[in-house]
């Protein structure tokens, strides 16, 4: 569900868009409107991941990049693994979890491999909402994720 500034920017939106604008405000209008924005953004807009699987994350570590790092880091990994079901690629924190965690110089793949695994590409509703140049080196933070239904963009329209 949409707040009510986040309706208000899709309003706008949709009104500074011809195309979009064009639709008349019906159920079946507002449903052309929300394929348009529920597909991916053009150009690409790449953003962080809020929820990678756990069990996604472990495929991505290189072999060798495990077995050289310390002790103390492997204990590290258990425990963010045994409290979290996921991670949230968007928070610098989580990020800088884990190039710390593979720091070393056999690490450096699996880093690379989890950077690629932490981003994607938005659809336009989330580009339009998140903040951020959303470039691949420089993704965006979103503030909301999703599908945007008939009826909210019904709602936005008034």
């Not at 079946?28 to 807009?45: H, K, L, R, V």
């Not at 963010?80 to 450096?108: C, K, L, P, T, Y």
Request: charged residues 20%.
């Amino acid at each position: 569900m949409l707040t009510t500034e986040q309706r208000a920017a899709l309003s706008a939106d949709i009104a500074a868009d011809p195309t979009l604008s064009a639709y008349p405000n019906t159920s079946d209008g507002a449903y052309a409107i929300a394929q348009a924005y529920n597909a991916d953004a053009s150009p690409d807009f790449i953003v962080w991941k809020t929820a990678v699987p756990r069990n996604e994350v472990g495929k991505a570590f290189v072999a060798s990049a495990l077995a050289a790092i310390t002790a103390g880091n492997n204990d590290k990994l258990a425990n963010f693994a045994a409290w979290n079901e996921s991670v949230d690629a968007s928070r610098a924190d989580q990020r800088a979890f884990f190039d710390d965690i593979f720091s070393v110089a056999a690490g450096a793949s699996t880093r690379a491999a989890l950077l690629v695994l932490w981003k994607r590409k938005a659809t336009r509703a989330e580009k339009l909402f998140a903040t951020g140049t959303g470039s691949d080196a420089t993704p965006a933070t979103m503030t909301f994720e999703g599908s945007i239904d008939y009826q909210e963009v019904m709602e936005a329209r008034g």
